[in-house]
């Protein structure tokens, strides 16, 4: 009978406030991105620790973080949120135009800079009541477990070799050049292998500690290694100090003529083969059968099409 009265007092918004919370470890950023106020998420907080005779989340020095029996509840109320919003969206099937749910997309900057503003435009014309998240994919994204508790719908990137374990979408491939000043004097005296290699190079901050990313990793299994000067976490800042000073750039193609009208840039040919950077989609078995995570795919795939095509 008491667990069957505990239960009772449990509802989907005390679920989904206790997730938020744990997992943002952070009242004031959970009443964000629930679109509450603080002291209405304090007070489902207050309700929470007293249905669960635990505080749930702690201060630890300047951080809060969650308690044993805090921490093992993340995964079953994940669980929770997923299985009622396939309960309800998959039992009467996707309606863009009338449908209510929250699209979570992980996508690497390193994309065209058009691909996201697009991506959102497309989604919010066609789906106008859904919500949109962009999560980044930082060093510390670990977008396995993202997407396995359902954190994030679909991840976005590029890769020598997409992961195993996920289900993996194609979007497209793109040529490798360098991106450099006009002022820059490659410009005007065209570079070998070996200047371009000693050379000052920018590059994007790894992803993860002790992470190469698919340039480097390219040019160890060819015994080589260039001499990176500049590293920076946001890429779409890198084209304008390339701008300004004799940084080299080296991405897609496709990427850099997005600012070759913007900025005093040039786009060169890489004396240095490479594989073509391929760019997919991700996402977990978990999503792979619902109708609305179908549709979010297919707007992330028509709209690398459409780009493609530019």
Same mark, same amino acid.
């Given at each position: 009978?008491?667990?069957?009265? !505990? $239960?009772? &007092?449990?509802?989907?918004?005390?679920?989904?406030?206790?997730?938020?919370?744990?997992?943002?470890? #952070?009242?004031?950023?959970?009443? /964000?991105?629930?679109?509450?106020?603080?002291?209405?998420?304090?007070?489902?907080?207050?309700?929470?620790?007293?249905?669960?005779?635990?505080?749930?989340?702690?201060?630890?020095?300047?951080?809060?973080?969650?308690?044993?029996?805090?921490?093992?509840?993340?995964?079953?109320?994940?669980?929770?949120?997923?299985?009622?919003?396939? !309960? $309800?969206?998959?039992?009467?099937?996707?309606?863009?135009?009338?449908?209510? #749910?929250?699209?979570?997309?992980?996508?690497?900057?390193?994309?065209?800079?058009?691909?996201?503003?697009?991506?959102?435009?497309? /989604?919010?014309?066609?789906? +106008?009541?859904?919500? /949109?998240?962009?999560?980044?994919?930082?060093?510390?994204?670990?977008?396995?477990?993202?997407?396995?508790?359902?954190?994030?719908?679909?991840? *976005?990137?590029?890769?020598? &070799?997409? %992961?195993?374990? !996920?289900?993996?979408?194609?979007? $497209?491939?793109?040529?490798?050049?360098?991106?450099?000043?006009?002022?820059? %004097?490659?410009?005007?005296?065209?570079?070998?292998?070996?200047?371009?290699?000693?050379?000052?190079?920018?590059?994007?901050?790894?992803?993860?500690?002790?992470?190469?990313?698919? /340039?480097?990793?390219?040019?160890?299994?060819?015994?080589?290694?260039? #001499? *990176?000067?500049?590293?920076?976490?946001?890429?779409?800042?890198?084209?304008?100090?390339?701008?300004?000073?004799?940084?080299?750039?080296?991405?897609?193609?496709?990427?850099?003529?997005? $600012?070759?009208?913007?900025?005093?840039? &040039? *786009?060169? +040919?890489?004396?240095?083969?490479?594989?073509?950077?391929?760019?997919?989609?991700?996402?977990?078995?978990?999503?792979?059968?619902?109708?609305?995570?179908?549709?979010?795919?297919?707007?992330?795939?028509?709209?690398?099409?459409?780009?493609? &095509?530019?």
């Amino acid at each position: 009978m008491r667990d069957q009265a !505990l $239960f009772d &007092k449990i509802d989907l918004h005390l679920i989904r406030v206790l997730y938020t919370v744990l997992t943002e470890r #952070n009242v004031s950023r959970a009443a /964000i991105r629930l679109g509450m106020s603080q002291p209405a998420v304090s007070a489902v907080l207050k309700r929470l620790r007293e249905l669960a005779g635990d505080p749930l989340l702690v201060r630890s020095g300047a951080a809060m973080v969650p308690t044993d029996a805090g921490l093992r509840m993340v995964e079953p109320s994940a669980g929770i949120l997923r299985a009622a919003e396939v !309960l $309800f969206t998959e039992a009467r099937g996707f309606e863009p135009q009338t449908a209510r #749910n929250t699209f979570r997309v992980a996508a690497s900057d390193y994309l065209d800079p058009f691909f996201l503003p697009q991506l959102v435009a497309q /989604i919010k014309a066609q789906a +106008p009541l859904c919500h /949109i998240e962009i999560h980044p994919l930082s060093a510390d994204s670990d977008y396995h477990t993202h997407l396995a508790q359902g954190e994030v719908d679909v991840v *976005i990137g590029n890769w020598l &070799k997409a %992961p195993d374990d !996920l289900h993996m979408g194609r979007l $497209f491939g793109d040529e490798v050049v360098c991106l450099v000043s006009k002022d820059h %004097p490659a410009v005007r005296r065209p570079w070998d292998a070996a200047s371009w290699l000693q050379g000052e190079h920018i590059a994007p901050t790894p992803l993860h500690p002790g992470g190469r990313g698919v /340039i480097d990793d390219h040019l160890d299994s060819l015994g080589l290694q260039r #001499n *990176i000067t500049a590293r920076c976490p946001h890429f779409g800042l890198i084209p304008a100090m390339v701008a300004s000073s004799l940084l080299v750039l080296t991405t897609g193609r496709q990427y850099c003529e997005r $600012f070759t009208e913007r900025l005093p840039v &040039k *786009i060169l +040919p890489c004396p240095i083969e490479f594989p073509q950077l391929m760019y997919y989609q991700l996402w977990h078995e978990r999503s792979h059968a619902s109708s609305a995570a179908k549709w979010l795919r297919e707007r992330v795939r028509s709209v690398a099409e459409a780009l493609r &095509k530019k």
